[in-house]
């Protein structure tokens, strides 16, 4: 069983800043890639960053590269997401799930985290 806890969503003015975290607890972590999902009303949940098992291979959604970033502490059993430049379209509620697999690729959510709020304002 991996329970998985995320925190740090919040109101935000625009070209402003945020990490979220995401805590996640069980028996196998480093082993897992991570993910960071979001979803708006009437909206199916995209895809916007994940991270491999021990962090050296990151994928990002065309729309954050180069404004988020995701990144883990194996240690802490932490996967964290920091996002720059921040859009009024950037607002959504904030996923984290734990993968199949070792990589993003090929793989799907198998653990989802409660979700934190994220709000633009323009």
């Known amino acids: 069983q991996v329970q998985l806890v995320e925190s740090g969503g919040r109101l935000v003015q625009a070209g402003g800043s945020l990490r979220l975290s995401c805590a ?3 028996r196998t972590f480093s082993d897992r890639a991570m ?6 009303p009437g909206k199916e949940r995209e895809f916007v960053a994940a991270i491999s098992g021990r962090g050296y291979i990151t994928d990002y959604e065309d729309s954050v ?7 883990r502490d194996n240690a802490k059993n932490t996967v964290y997401l920091q996002m720059a430049s921040l859009k009024p379209e950037d607002t959504a509620v ?3 799930a ?23 304002s323009s």
């Open 65 to 71: 590269k180069g404004r988020f970033a995701i990144s």
């Open 35 to 40: 993910g960071w999902f979001r979803q708006t």
């Open 98 to 120: 734990r993968m199949r697999g070792r990589y993003y690729t090929g793989s799907h959510p198998e653990n989802w985290g409660q979700g934190t709020q994220v709000t633009v």
């Open 24 to 26: 996640a607890s069980g």
């Open 94 to 96: 904030y996923y984290c």
